[in-house]
């Protein structure tokens, strides 16, 4: 082999080297570029459960909080009919007793003016 055929094989050794590092480079660039693009859809997708798991949980925690709110209002509503109907029951009496006290008064300012 002469020096001429060595230096052809060795400069197309080379050109091969090259074009195969630049293959490699370019694939490991578009796997890169997957990987990311792969990574922004995991990090997107995470991001839509988190705000949905979230909402979920405020749904939640408000629906308690009214059924609670409604609960105490049927309660303070209960208690508030109760306590009119007391008060109506005992109207007659203490309208009496109002008139009583009145009747005495007079009766106890009349006797001194008197």
Do not use: H, P, W
């Not at 370019?26 to 991001?47: C, F, L, P």
């Amino acid at each position: 082999m002469s020096k001429a055929e060595i230096l052809m094989q060795l400069k197309s050794a080379e050109e091969q080297a090259k074009q195969r590092r630049a293959k490699a480079e370019d694939e490991a660039r578009q796997t890169v570029a997957a990987a990311r693009k792969d990574a922004s859809a995991i990090t997107e997708s995470a991001r839509n459960k988190a705000a949905t798991d979230a909402r979920a949980k405020v749904d939640t925690a408000t629906a308690a909080v009214t059924a609670e709110a409604n609960a105490l209002r049927a309660d303070g509503e209960k208690s508030a009919s109760s306590m009119k109907a007391t008060a109506m029951k005992n109207v007659g009496s203490a309208t009496d007793y109002l008139i009583k006290e009145f009747e005495r008064y007079v009766d106890a300012r009349a006797s001194k003016n008197g």
